[in-house]
């Protein structure tokens, strides 16, 4: 992950650090190369132009073509611009509300949506001490319901139990009435998926919403997808009121393009990475890290 574009940039700087001055020229001419670094990286056109175009104006400041080490201060702003685009602290995920705090979990067949439910189940339990349940709200994909339940046997999560022919909307109401009989902390709907992003998909995922009021709205996307993750997050943040992003097979040689945008396309956090197929392979997403590692 992030290899060959760690590469680049680290190229384009090596040479701006051995250059003692700088013009304008030369650093539009690094920005160019920045821009197609992210370009091929699969960081999607318009985030990369906001980005490009910030870094350009203020590289250019005087006081910096003007300094001794205009090719650092140059590095510098590209650094603090990737971490802003990254989003500069953690974002945790918010349970703070009358129990059962509501995480919904949506996206498209095939994400990880499920394996990330369960893994978000097993991290609150063991790492917070909660009483969590999960509820499968897919009636679509055979057996979808039954693959919860089998992940929440292996990670001793509760899961509602099934009953057959039940729609998603009346299995949330099921769902949370049990959650609060059963005075459950936290209550994780785990919506259907499709294989592309179609209007059923979202009616159904909007109208799930508003019987259960989430707290959490967790987009899950594959970050191996490049530009159709980004395709895929403007399409649900338009239809649905996201309030965290989780990507997965972080683990996979993702260019890191899916990462990079996510921010910038839905004006919200990456709260968890996904980082294998085992249940605790969940990470929070530290943009600092992420940051450091792509500068090298
Ligand atoms: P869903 O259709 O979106 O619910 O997808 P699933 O949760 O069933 O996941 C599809 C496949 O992706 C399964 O084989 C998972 O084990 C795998 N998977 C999910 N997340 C990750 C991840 O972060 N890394 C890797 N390597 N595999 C993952």
Do not use: Y
Not at 12 to 36: H, P, S, Y
Not at 224 to 246: I, K, M, P, R
Request: hydrophobic fraction near 45%; proline fraction near 3%; avoid cysteine.
């Amino acid at each position: 992950m992030f290899d060959s574009l760690s590469d680049r940039l680290g190229g384009i700087f090596d040479r701006l650090k051995g250059r003692g001055a700088l013009n304008e020229d030369d650093v539009r001419a690094a920005m160019r190369e920045v821009r197609i670094a992210l370009l091929e990286a699969d960081v999607a056109l318009p985030v990369v132009r906001g980005f490009i175009d910030k870094v350009t104006d203020k590289a250019i400041g005087q006081e910096v073509l003007k300094s001794v080490t205009p090719g650092q201060q140059v590095i510098k702003i590209v650094n603090d611009a990737l971490v802003e685009m990254l989003g500069s602290d953690v974002s945790e995920i918010d349970l703070a509300t009358t129990p059962p705090a509501i995480i919904m979990m949506v996206g498209l067949q095939g994400s990880g949506k499920t394996t990330t439910t369960a893994k978000i189940a097993k991290m609150l339990t063991e790492k917070e001490r909660k009483k969590v349940m999960m509820a499968s709200l897919d009636v679509n994909r055979p057996a979808a319901q039954e693959q919860l339940a089998t992940l929440g046997e292996q990670t001793s999560v509760a899961t509602l139990p099934i009953i057959a022919g039940q729609q998603p909307v009346e299995i949330a109401k099921r769902a949370i009435q049990a959650a609060k009989l059963q005075a459950f902390d936290v209550l994780l709907l785990d919506t259907a998926g499709r294989l592309h992003v179609d209007q059923q998909l979202m009616d159904e995922m909007r109208a799930v919403s508003a019987e259960a009021q989430p707290k959490e709205t967790l987009l899950v996307v594959d970050s191996l997808t490049g530009q159709d993750a980004v395709n895929v997050a403007q399409n649900f943040s338009e239809q649905v009121d996201l309030t965290g992003v989780v990507l997965t097979r972080m683990d996979g040689d993702a260019r890191g393009g899916a990462a990079l945008s996510m921010r910038a396309v839905t004006g919200r956090p990456i709260k968890f990475v996904g980082t294998g197929e085992k249940m605790d392979a969940l990470e929070l997403f530290h943009p600092d890290r992420v940051a450091n590692r792509i500068l090298g």
